[in-house]
């Protein structure tokens, strides 16, 4: 008896260390990223990036000018700098990932000194290139930022009138101004952010894709209903999803912010679809924190499965968000609409791949531009089908 206490004590001790020793590895790799992402570079270049583009649509006009050469040029520079520091960092997170995940401490001395190296080499790669040096206000027509009228400047419910107006649209836009502040937090959450490069990393290596192919963005609400304004065939089938009984359907649903945006916008059962487990838990996460009082009157389903998986019967609109898939991935998914796509239906699509297709007819003369996270004029295109 007194022997196997005593292993029982050694064992105990054993697991306390061990813990301790977990406890500390998940504090330094919290000190790393911090310090990885501490100076906020990417958010600097995207914002810049996302400027420049704002300056070359709506101040400077088309044509062929020198204005236009060098502001392009900035917004180039900017690119390749977000570029190339996404794949920087992108490793070292992979590495973080790993040592958390392998409770590895010994190897968190060899990243940090790697984190060390590459935010020299960055910053010097920054000042080399002149890449934050701002350009005369002769050639950009002012600041190099966006106006507050070309971000979401009206409520929540204000918008969300554009498409609906009931006794309950008040209260689905507090509600969706809640789910929309948690995932706003997660995308600020570096090791989140980690995780999620670590996952890409993996995931494009098994499929075969490119990492381009599971880039993240967001496209905020006050785009996402735009599009209803400006097409009004577009608004008037979302206007009857639900009293049709058919649903609205994402295809890379990511975080699950369309999903959401339809749920409560559009009162229609929503469902997405995302390969990625980390953007996938970010989405059921959110949804588990919905006020129970009134969680279960939301019809929102989100599946971790390949889109191509999907059943599409009773989809009256389905939306996919294609800007960065391989190509082979967006062709795989219009052909899955051309043959199972009910006539009638209505597409949302960040690409123009289905204007290939006799089936399908688009509803708008020219794409609609409208301001996402990773620029200032995205394209979106609205088809129908119609055989």
């Known amino acids: 008896m007194g022997a196997r206490e005593g292993a029982s004590s050694v064992d105990g001790g054993s697991d306390e260390r061990k813990d301790d020793a977990s406890s500390s590895v998940t504090t330094e790799v919290r000190r790393l990223r911090r310090a990885l992402h501490d100076r906020g570079r990417a958010r600097t270049l995207r914002a810049r990036a996302f400027a420049y583009d704002f300056i070359l649509k709506e101040r400077l006009g088309r ?72 350009l005369p206000k002769s050639v950009t027509g002012g600041d190099v930022s966006v106006p507050d009228a070309a971000n979401e400047s009206r409520s929540t419910l204000e918008l969300m009138r554009c498409v609906r107006e009931d006794e309950n649209v008040a209260d689905d836009a507090v509600r969706l101004d809640a789910v929309c502040e948690r995932l706003r937090e997660l995308e600020t959450d570096d090791g989140w952010r980690g995780k999620l490069l670590a996952e890409v990393d993996g995931a494009a290596a098994a499929h075969g894709w490119s990492s381009e192919n599971f ?12 599009l209803f304004v400006r097409c009004p ?93 391989d190509d082979d991935v967006h062709e795989a998914a219009c052909a899955k609409l051309d043959a199972e796509l009910f006539s009638g239906a209505f597409v949302i699509d960040y690409g123009d791949k289905l204007a290939a297709f006799e089936s399908f007819t688009t509803v708008t003369d020219d794409p609609i531009r409208l301001p996402v996270s990773w620029g200032a004029s995205q394209r979106f295109y609205i088809f129908k089908k119609v055989a």
């Open 233 to 325: 065939e577009l608004k008037i089938r979302a206007q009857t999803l639900a009293t049709d009984g058919l649903a609205y359907v994402v295809f890379g649903s990511s975080a699950g912010w369309l999903v959401f945006y339809g749920a409560f916008a559009l009162g229609a059962s929503s469902r997405g679809f995302e390969i990625l487990r980390t953007l996938h838990d970010a989405a059921t996460s959110a949804r588990a924190e919905i006020d129970p009082e009134w969680k279960d009157s939301v019809n929102i389903e989100f599946n971790h499965a390949d889109m191509l998986s999907a059943s599409l019967e009773n989809v009256g609109l389905i939306v996919l968000t294609s800007l960065c898939w």
């Open 215 to 226: 880039s993240y963005g967001s496209t905020p609400f006050s785009s996402w209903i735009e």
């Open 63 to 134: 044509g062929v000018s020198v204005k236009r050469r060098l502001v392009h040029a900035k917004l180039r520079d900017c690119l390749r700098a977000l570029e190339t520091w996404q794949s920087r960092a992108g490793r070292l997170e992979v590495d973080l990932e790993r040592a958390l995940a392998e409770d590895d401490a010994k190897s968190l001395q060899i990243i940090e000194g790697d984190i060390t190296r590459v935010l020299a080499e960055f910053e010097a790669y920054l000042e080399e290139r002149e890449v934050l040096e701002d």
